[in-house]
């Protein structure tokens, strides 16, 4: 018999009980036919879909249920409540810290002010030299001393040269020597009186 010839003859006694059972069961999904089907490319395209929008609304809902209880359980772990007491302190520990720290910069500026002075530096520049401690401050100074007096020097060099003077570094220029005005002074009261007397 062909497929053709059972093909006609299921189609033509298709009213009868037994052939109404036989292709029911032919027809039946089973376990295995289903999995055996999803385990195809065919099977995993149509199934795909539907686990991603299951997954999806799944997490959807763990988010809603359990992530902001979560965040909260976090923040609070990091920053714990904290009592009217204990924010008195911290609110006290942070005012005493700063003025702490204030205390120590104007230590900081008067000492500056005092070496800028001495040194006959810009005055109104020292507090952009201020350093954490009286040693940085120091050396922060010093470096600007050496950079001032540097830009002097070259500004009043450039100024002689600009007037056609070229200086020599050191010693005199004339032949003769240069006395002190204590000499010259002293010399000047020994004339006169050896001509008033």
Same mark, same amino acid.
């Not at 450039?158 to 070229?166: E, S, W």
């Given at each position: 018999?062909? /497929?053709?010839?059972?093909?006609?003859?299921?189609?033509?006694?298709?009213?009868?009980?037994?052939?109404?059972?036989y292709?029911?069961e032919?027809?039946?999904?089973?376990?295995?036919?289903?999995?055996?089907?999803?385990?195809?490319?065919?099977?995993?395209?149509?199934?795909?879909?539907?686990?991603?929008?299951?997954?999806?609304?799944?997490?959807?809902?763990w988010?809603?249920?359990?992530?902001?209880?979560?965040?909260?359980?976090?923040?609070?772990?990091?920053?714990?409540?904290?009592?009217?007491?204990?924010?008195?302190?911290?609110? /006290?520990?942070?005012?005493?810290?700063?003025?702490?720290?204030?205390?120590?910069?104007?230590?900081?500026?008067?000492?500056?002010?005092?070496?800028?002075?001495?040194k +006959?530096?810009?005055?109104? /520049?020292v507090?952009?030299f201020?350093a954490?401690?009286?040693?940085?401050?120091?050396?922060?100074? #010093?470096? /600007?001393?050496?950079?001032?007096?540097?830009?002097?020097?070259e500004?009043?060099d450039?100024?002689?040269?600009? +007037?056609?003077?070229?200086i020599?570094?050191?010693?005199?220029?004339?032949?003769?020597?240069?006395?002190?005005?204590?000499?010259?002074?002293? #010399?000047?009261?020994?004339?006169?009186?050896?001509?008033?007397?």
């Open positions: 018999m062909s /497929l053709a010839a059972v093909k006609k003859f299921l189609e033509d006694n298709k009213d009868q009980e037994e052939v109404k059972t292709l029911g032919l027809s039946a999904v089973s376990a295995d036919k289903v999995k055996g089907f999803l385990d195809t490319e065919d099977g995993k395209r149509l199934l795909q879909p539907r686990l991603d929008s299951y997954f999806t609304k799944g997490l959807d809902t988010k809603a249920n359990n992530l902001e209880a979560l965040v909260s359980e976090e923040v609070a772990k990091r920053n714990p409540a904290q009592t009217e007491e204990q924010k008195r302190i911290a609110a /006290l520990e942070k005012a005493l810290e700063d003025q702490q720290k204030e205390s120590q910069r104007e230590k900081l500026m008067n000492l500056a002010i005092k070496q800028a002075t001495e +006959k530096l810009p005055v109104d /520049l507090s952009y201020l954490e401690d009286e040693e940085k401050t120091t050396a922060n100074l #010093a470096k /600007l001393e050496e950079t001032y007096n540097k830009a002097i020097q500004a009043v450039n100024k002689f040269k600009d +007037k056609g003077r070229d020599q570094q050191g010693g005199n220029t004339g032949g003769g020597t240069i006395k002190s005005i204590q000499e010259m002074a002293a #010399a000047h009261n020994i004339r006169n009186q050896s001509q008033n007397n």
